[in-house]
């Protein structure tokens, strides 16, 4: 089988079978294949894209490339959740104790991350003491114990996509819809979940921007999920303006324990509650997703979810006292209100902008090597519809240094003040199939 004959097949138009696509997949990672001719049979599914036979084989092979987390020691329906992402999006903190509450196992391996804050891994490092390096046997027990536990991302998982996506970083080829949801999915049946509910954002802080390209991606997703037997699902969410109010670290951790206490914003709650029932519904905690919210809602009005993530925190190492008290977390020092030069109601909040602003304080890193400040962010005032009164705190800067000039005229530059009670509609579909 030659390279050159599965590049020109893909070129005209052709659907590349599996043993090509394994052919092409284990010689690239095994370095016999060259970057040259990887990069043009990405140009050529770029253009000419995949059939779904062939997005299932292509993101098998990525599996099978490097290691394959095996969670079948674990009892029940293991149910992961993955988001593509965005600003203020703290909804892992708060879904992985609020579902394991119904006993539904969390079983979660999540990453650090580039961009606006950190990944779940720094959020949860704002608690003093909290760790991810345990080893399997520990995690298994712990979570047929408890119900919930993360680990950290193997070193040698998915190593194919490792690689591919290092080259469409620079081959202009990201922007495709079979080979980003063959790289996100790919990742995710590794980690061995046996069902997977996907938050697919969309909205100026989202990677895809709009609706259209939002949905098709999901639908590629499920796709993948479910020709490869795991029972897989969608919810296409907006990203219009930050979730909730909090973007920083352990403002995030603080946010997520008033959401489990039954305190937090009205947005980052719906959009758990609805996550949370179709990870409980798939996990067979529930029947209907009527009956699921109804069970989470009781969890979190009994004290049975915050009390989870209390064990869930205590069980690898963290300080469990912020629970009932938030300020032991990192504690930035100097605080700056961000006043409003007009009246009138929000429009708008520019989210990858105000999420740049957070990054600018601290909050995010550039590169992996990158040191995150744990303790600086943005705690939002107002959202989208809200009225506003010239004066009026539009949100507090948390930082350590003095100089915020920068910042605070950014957080006043993506903030639109104008006449029109805007509302956004979070939820926008769900995609089963």
Same mark, same amino acid.
């Given at each position: 089988?030659?390279?050159?004959?599965?590049?020109?097949?893909?070129?005209?138009?052709?659907?590349?079978?599996?043993?090509? !696509?394994?052919?092409?997949?284990?010689?690239?990672?095994?370095?016999?294949?060259?970057?040259?001719?990887?990069?043009?049979?990405?140009?050529?599914?770029?253009?000419?894209?995949?059939?779904?036979?062939?997005?299932?084989?292509?993101?098998?092979?990525?599996?099978?490339?490097?290691?394959?987390?095996?969670?079948?020691? !674990?009892?029940?329906?293991?149910?992961?959740?993955?988001?593509?992402?965005?600003?203020?999006?703290?909804?892992?903190?708060?879904?992985?104790?609020?579902?394991?509450?119904?006993?539904?196992?969390?079983?979660?391996?999540?990453?650090?991350?580039?961009?606006?804050?950190?990944?779940?891994?720094?959020?949860?490092?704002?608690?003093?003491?909290?760790?991810?390096?345990?080893?399997?046997?520990?995690?298994?027990?712990?979570?047929?114990?408890?119900?919930?536990?993360?680990?950290?991302?193997?070193?040698?998982?998915?190593?194919?996509?490792?690689?591919?996506?290092? &080259?469409?970083?620079?081959?202009?080829?990201?922007?495709?819809?079979?080979?980003?949801? #063959?790289?996100?999915?790919?990742?995710?049946?590794?980690?061995?979940?046996?069902?997977?509910?996907?938050?697919?954002?969309?909205?100026?802080?989202?990677?895809?921007? /709009?609706?259209?390209?939002?949905?098709?991606?999901?639908?590629?997703?499920?796709?993948?999920?479910?020709?490869?037997?795991?029972?897989?699902?969608? !919810?296409?969410?907006?990203?219009?303006?930050?979730?909730?109010?909090?973007?920083?670290?352990?403002?995030?951790?603080?946010?997520?324990?008033?959401?489990?206490?039954?305190?937090?914003?009205?947005?980052?709650?719906?959009?758990?509650?609805?996550?949370?029932?179709?990870?409980?519904?798939?996990?067979?905690?529930?029947?209907?997703?009527?009956?699921?919210?109804?069970?989470?809602?009781?969890?979190?009005? /009994?004290?049975?979810?915050?009390?989870?993530?209390?064990?869930?925190?205590?069980?690898?190492?963290?300080?469990?006292?912020?629970?009932?008290?938030?300020?032991?977390?990192?504690?930035?020092?100097?605080?700056?209100?961000?006043?409003?030069?007009?009246?009138?109601?929000?429009?708008?909040?520019?989210?990858?902008?105000?999420?740049?602003?957070?990054?600018?304080?601290?909050?995010?890193?550039?590169?992996?090597?990158?040191?995150?400040?744990?303790?600086?962010? &943005?705690?939002?005032?107002?959202?989208?519809?809200?009225?506003?009164?010239?004066?009026?705190?539009?949100?507090?800067?948390? #930082?350590? #240094?003095?100089?915020?000039?920068?910042?605070?005229?950014?957080?006043?530059?993506?903030?639109?003040?104008?006449?029109?009670?805007?509302?956004?509609?979070?939820?926008?579909?769900?995609?089963?199939?």
């Amino acid at each position: 089988m030659r390279m050159v004959d599965i590049i020109a097949k893909k070129r005209d138009g052709g659907e590349l079978s599996k043993e090509e !696509i394994e052919h092409f997949i284990n010689g690239y990672t095994d370095g016999d294949i060259p970057d040259y001719q990887v990069s043009s049979l990405l140009m050529s599914i770029f253009f000419n894209d995949m059939t779904q036979e062939e997005r299932a084989n292509l993101t098998m092979a990525m599996v099978k490339s490097g290691d394959e987390i095996d969670l079948s020691a !674990i009892e029940g329906v293991k149910v992961d959740k993955h988001s593509t992402g965005g600003v203020g999006d703290t909804t892992t903190l708060v879904l992985a104790p609020l579902v394991a509450a119904l006993d539904v196992p969390v079983a979660k391996m999540s990453g650090r991350g580039l961009g606006h804050t950190g990944g779940t891994i720094d959020k949860l490092e704002a608690v003093d003491g909290f760790h991810v390096e345990i080893t399997e046997q520990q995690f298994t027990d712990i979570v047929n114990r408890d119900k919930v536990a993360v680990i950290g991302q193997s070193g040698n998982l998915t190593p194919a996509d490792k690689k591919l996506y290092a &080259l469409r970083d620079v081959t202009a080829t990201v922007n495709s819809i079979p080979l980003i949801a #063959s790289s996100i999915m790919s990742k995710k049946i590794a980690a061995g979940a046996d069902a997977i509910v996907l938050d697919v954002k969309t909205g100026d802080g989202a990677f895809m921007k /709009n609706e259209e390209d939002a949905v098709e991606l999901a639908r590629a997703m499920v796709s993948i999920g479910n020709n490869v037997g795991r029972n897989t699902m969608a !919810i296409i969410s907006s990203m219009s303006e930050p979730l909730g109010y909090a973007i920083g670290n352990a403002l995030e951790v603080k946010e997520a324990i008033d959401t489990l206490k039954g305190e937090g914003p009205e947005d980052l709650t719906a959009l758990c509650l609805e996550l949370g029932a179709q990870m409980a519904v798939l996990g067979g905690a529930a029947e209907s997703l009527d009956e699921a919210k109804d069970k989470l809602r009781a969890v979190i009005d /009994n004290g049975e979810a915050l009390e989870k993530f209390r064990v869930f925190l205590k069980n690898q190492g963290g300080d469990a006292s912020v629970v009932d008290d938030p300020f032991k977390l990192p504690q930035a020092k100097y605080l700056f209100e961000v006043k409003a030069e007009e009246s009138g109601f929000v429009e708008e909040i520019a989210a990858e902008e105000i999420g740049i602003a957070s990054a600018m304080l601290g909050a995010g890193r550039q590169t992996k090597e990158d040191e995150i400040d744990l303790a600086v962010g &943005l705690v939002l005032k107002k959202k989208v519809g809200d009225r506003v009164e010239q004066g009026d705190t539009l949100a507090v800067i948390h #930082s350590n #240094s003095e100089d915020i000039k920068e910042v605070e005229q950014k957080i006043l530059d993506n903030y639109r003040i104008g006449s029109r009670e805007n509302k956004i509609e979070l939820i926008k579909q769900v995609i089963t199939e």
